[in-house]
């Protein structure tokens, strides 16, 4: 299996309101673009991976950063960043929480009602389930997440 394409650069965050964001430079989002490729992993300051979608608004390509994200690298708004994007390969394109990864493994009506919904709600509920700091949080998180699939309020 071939090296996921990747690119590594300086850049800045940006602030625009209450969001922050990387801009990515117009070469480096050319090549992502001309590859077809949308969903990356970021490293900021070696910190990662970031699970996220390359965004564009008004010809701008940028990466958005949450609240959570910037504290939790301790990045500040106008602050000079290495970063390094590469071309996400993983399975679901999200981050993979061992609670929901062995839920999956257990619960076989889970494991195929989760493969029937869309790429876009599978990473909602990794997301999720992925955002809670303590394991107990995560397990907590993941069996809620699963009686709604179970129970079809998530479709």
Known sequence: MSKPFSKEFTGWIDANGD???VLIP???????KSKKIRRI????????????????????????LSKAT??????????????KL?????????????????LMNQDEEIR????????????????????PKSTEARLRKAL???DELRMGSIQ
Request: no cysteine.
């Open 112 to 131: 195929h009602r989760f493969a029937a919904i869309t790429d876009g709600k599978k990473r909602a509920i990794l997301f999720a389930v992925s955002r």
């Open 70 to 83: 910037m504290k939790e690298i301790d990045l500040l708004a106008f602050e000079e960043v290495e970063v």
């Open 19 to 21: 969001m922050n964001m």
């Open 41 to 64: 992993q970021a490293w900021l300051k070696g910190n990662g991976p970031i699970h996220r979608a390359l965004n564009v608004n008004n010809g701008q390509t940028f990466l958005y």
């Open 86 to 102: 590469a071309e996400d390969t993983t399975t679901y394109q999200a981050p993979e929480p061992a609670e929901w990864m062995e």
């Open 26 to 32: 117009d070469e480096i989002a050319a090549e992502f």
């Open 144 to 146: 809620s997440l699963a």
